[in-house]
């Protein structure tokens, strides 16, 4: 029987790379479907789940992606929500790699400074999608944690981090690179989560800082996030800090994202997202 990826984008255009990425890790066809919406989600799942008996539902699975992370949870509720009895399929969620992106990240950093109980970490651009999960699964893991933004915070973004992570988070603004210095006083490990192109930490805030042992960035577009690391950067030493660029990690992003496509198709009731992924990268 052949494995069947149903891709449900919220962009007007299905991604190819997540096509691409569902063929290598061993789904048979996958069936794309752009401009998603909640209201769409209940007949696309339906005309999954009732084409084969709930034996053979394992065959079948539910991939959401997309440019929009928030969006993407959306869809993965609505999905849920069509689910019954045993009338379902696993369902994993990576809109724009974030979920993938951000467990790799702390998987590559922890593997560097060993436990992550009672680190202190900085997540620059903690609100967005890599840098939220990031933030929550440093948290989750026990590590005293920052996260910035560019506006100063009431508490929400930290609180809504600790709600599904628990763990220990403050926030702090900090509208660019001149700012990085000070957040990074007393940080033991750093992770730019921040837009590509925008340099969010300058070689100066980093280099010489007492106590940091980690450095790592998922911008790959010049110039880099973090000044003085290079995108190939997978464990080196820089100025006596171990560092991770985009791609050291991605590579380590690519075979999760495989390996959750595979683990997909082996049993029908799985939700991967952020917490189940990392569950998953710590066993490979």
């Not at 593997?111 to 680190?119: D, P, T």
């Amino acid at each position: 029987m052949k494995k069947l990826l149903l891709q449900l984008d919220s962009s007007s255009h299905p991604s190819v790379f997540d096509r691409v990425v569902a063929f290598d890790a061993g789904a048979d066809e996958v069936m794309s479907y752009g401009g998603v919406t909640p209201e769409t989600v209940r007949d696309l799942v339906h005309g999954a789940i009732f084409t084969r008996g709930p034996k053979h539902l394992n065959n079948t699975a539910i991939f959401i992606g997309g440019s929009d992370m928030a969006q993407g949870e959306r869809l993965l509720s609505a999905a849920k929500k069509a689910f019954f009895g045993p009338l379902r399929v696993s369902v994993m969620l990576d809109s724009n790699g974030s979920n993938t992106t951000a467990v790799a990240a702390v998987a590559k950093m922890r593997q560097a400074i060993g436990s992550l109980e009672g680190r202190s970490v900085v997540v620059t651009a903690g609100s967005g999608p890599v840098g939220l999960r990031a933030a929550g699964l440093f948290a989750k893991a026990g590590a005293q944690v920052t996260v910035t933004s560019r506006r100063a915070g009431d508490g929400t973004l930290s609180e809504t981090i600790r709600q599904r992570f628990g763990g220990s988070i403050r926030e702090v603004a900090m509208a660019d690179g001149s700012g990085a210095a000070a957040v990074l006083e007393g940080a033991e490990m750093a992770l730019n989560a921040g837009p590509a192109g925008v340099c969010l930490i300058p070689r100066a805030a980093w280099v010489g800082r007492t106590g940091l042992r980690v450095v790592a960035d998922v911008n790959a577009v010049p110039p880099l996030g973090v000044e003085g690391l290079e995108v190939m950067d997978d464990g080196a030493t820089r100025e006596g800090v171990t560092t991770f660029g985009a791609l050291g990690i991605g590579g380590l992003k690519m075979k999760v994202h495989k390996a959750c496509i595979a683990r997909l198709f082996e049993k029908n009731d799985l939700i991967l997202d952020a917490e189940a992924i990392a569950e998953l990268a710590d066993t490979l």
